[in-house]
């Protein structure tokens, strides 16, 4: 017969919702069946009634009933090809025990949606023994952006990063080329955001009068690093939130969208010869490390592509814009 356990708490899983918990570990265990145990008491935290939402802490143990219409979870066994390896060894930055940066091509998708198979959640839900234990994403990229993405390979370590990117101790620099030549040359871009859908997807804007309680506060740093004439300018931006289209949007309202961007006006008139993708690239992060230990500061080189635009405008990948990226 079924035994009443006691089960404790790991690290990996310090901070999780007691609903997650036991999803992790009794998967066919229905919520409505747990909800039932719990107002009855049969579950308990450190011998005391508890929520579904109650969030847990390593060390603390879990008392569980006899469930015998819940089979534990059968760890399952990495789902990744050697391709698939072999391509995410090949964009890897960095790499220690707790964390994964890489470099994201412009192209992939770092989540999935009703059309896209091939992504990078994907991708990494192959690397571990199921989706509970597998690295996590810790923040985001636009389909069409290249550059740094950080990947944590613990829930834990994903728990201490997103406290990290929520209270702005990241530093991120982003490359772009705009159209136009922005004045002042250096300057901040301070304009509340809001979604808006359209005939090209999903998109943001900037918030009208009255539409502050559902705005996103947005605040993004620009400098000019060199012009091509009037024509474009390579700029290094520095974004102080993470909202969606940030940067995107931050330009196109200032007036001058980043070159080849299709939602925000940057597409139209491409200059000849110029790859035609978003001509923007997630240069740079660095933030303090997730033990306590150091400052993690990594550079994803430009891929071939943005390498071509730079030469034909004659942009150098220089000192210049590093000096502004010291100072930001």
């Not at 199921?130 to 994403?137: D, I």
């Not at 990229?141 to 201490?160: F, I, P």
């Not at 979604?195 to 997807?201: M, R, T, V």
């Not at 506060?217 to 620009?222: F, L, N, P």
């Amino acid at each position: 017969m079924p035994q009443v356990e006691t089960r404790n708490v790991s690290a990996e899983e310090d901070g999780m919702r007691l609903d997650r918990w036991f999803h992790t570990h009794y998967a066919t265990l229905p919520h409505s069946r747990l909800e039932k145990l719990l107002r009855t008491g049969q579950v308990r935290v450190d011998g005391g009634r508890v929520k579904a939402s109650t969030r847990l802490s390593e060390g603390q143990t879990v008392r569980v009933p006899p469930l015998p219409d819940a089979a534990p979870r059968t760890p399952m066994k990495p789902r990744i090809s050697q391709a698939d390896l072999a391509f995410l060894e090949s964009i890897t930055l960095y790499e220690d025990d707790d964390l994964l940066i890489l470099n994201k091509p412009s192209g992939l998708a770092v989540q999935g949606g009703s059309k896209t198979v091939r992504h990078v959640d994907r991708l990494l839900e192959g690397l571990g023994d199921g989706p509970e234990t597998r690295p996590r994403l810790v923040h985001r990229l636009d389909r069409d952006t290249s550059g740094v993405l950080v990947v944590a390979k613990r829930r834990s370590v994903a728990a201490k990063l997103g406290r990290a990117f929520q209270t702005r101790s990241v530093r991120k620099i982003y490359w772009a080329i705009v159209k136009g030549v922005p004045k002042p040359p250096q300057g901040k871009i301070e304009a509340a955001l809001v979604k808006a859908s359209g005939p090209d997807g999903d998109r943001v804007r900037k918030a009208r009068p009255g539409e502050q309680d559902s705005a996103q506060s947005a605040v993004t740093y620009y400098a000019v690093v060199d012009r091509a004439g009037q024509a474009v300018s390579f700029l290094s931006l520095k974004p102080v939130t993470g909202r969606q289209h940030q940067l995107r949007a931050h330009m196109a309202i200032l007036g001058h969208p980043i070159l080849g961007d299709e939602k925000y006006g940057g597409a139209e008139e491409m200059p000849e010869g110029i790859p035609n993708r978003l001509h923007l690239h997630a240069r740079r992060i660095s933030f303090p490390h997730p033990s306590g230990e150091g400052i993690v500061d990594v550079t994803a080189p430009l891929p071939q592509d943005l390498k071509e635009s730079f030469a034909a405008f004659g942009f150098s990948e220089g000192r210049s814009a590093d000096q502004f990226e010291d100072q930001a």
